[in-house]
């Protein structure tokens, strides 16, 4: 595809249970971000993958939350054990190299309601 | 810790008219900042790049000015359309924190016809 993409759109799940969310990055984008954003509230960093170099982590949550990401491809966001405080849109988002101060492409979204 | 102010929070204009939206950031150890638009239920659409060494961008009716010394970006938009109504937000990344943007909460704009 031409863009980022997000898959599920739309997750509603129990409190308690995990997810996963997808990101598809643009073909040959090397860096690859995810964010979250809740209601009403402004963009928060969770994690950065850069090519093979290990990811930046700093900005996840709690250890309930993890990120893997396959390569320069596929990134996967769990949540464990999800509360309510995780509903969120949560946005990935992928770059070329990074070095070269790139234009960052964000996909739509992942919006999740935990009930 | 770098922290990223957008005023006015929001905005209604008249179309036609020009919007001129603010950000500012403490740090000035930027690598670079960039212009975002969102609409409702949509994720972000880059607008405008502006890298620490520029004082300027522009891409058609927008233009995106940068004065590091002074921690301030401003998003030109002339001649507004009812199509310009969004959110736009600025993000900054510093120089210590690659990868990280630093986002402000944004000014949501409403151009009425």
């Known amino acids: 595809g031409a863009g980022v993409s997000q898959s599920p759109s739309n997750k509603v799940t129990e409190k308690g249970k995990d997810v996963e969310l997808r990101c598809d990055p643009i073909?040959?984008?090397?860096?690859l971000y995810w964010y979250r954003q809740r209601l009403g509230q402004g963009l928060e960093f969770l994690i950065y993958?850069?090519?093979?170099?290990?990811?930046?982590k700093s900005g996840l949550p709690s250890d309930r939350f993890s990120a893997e990401r396959t390569g320069e491809s596929v990134s996967t966001l769990t949540i464990q054990r999800t509360q309510q405080e995780d509903s969120a849109v949560y946005l990935c988002?992928?770059?070329?190299?990074?070095?070269?101060?790139?234009?960052?492409?964000f996909g739509e979204g992942s919006w999740l309601t935990v009930v | 810790k770098q922290e990223v102010t957008q005023i006015p929070a929001a905005l209604s204009v008249p179309e036609g008219e020009n919007l001129v939206l603010n950000c500012s950031f403490t740090?000035?150890?930027?690598?670079?900042l960039q212009w975002f638009r969102q609409d409702p239920g949509k994720g972000l659409t880059s607008l405008l790049l502006?890298?620490?060494?520029?004082r300027e961008q522009t891409s058609g009716r927008l233009n995106a000015s940068l004065d590091k010394s002074s921690g301030r970006s401003t998003l030109y938009i002339a001649a507004s359309q009812p199509g310009d109504s969004a959110t736009y937000l600025c993000?900054?990344?510093?120089?210590?924190?690659?990868?990280?943007?630093?986002f402000g909460a944004g000014t949501q704009v409403v151009v009425t016809p």
């Open positions: 988002a992928s770059s070329p190299d990074r070095s070269s101060g790139n234009t960052i492409y």
């Open positions: 073909s040959g984008h090397t860096a």
């Open positions: 993958f850069q090519g093979n170099s290990a990811p930046d």
């Open positions: 740090d000035s150890a930027i690598y670079n």
């Open positions: 502006i890298q620490s060494s520029q």
């Open positions: 993000a900054v990344e510093t120089t210590d924190s690659w990868g990280k943007l630093q």
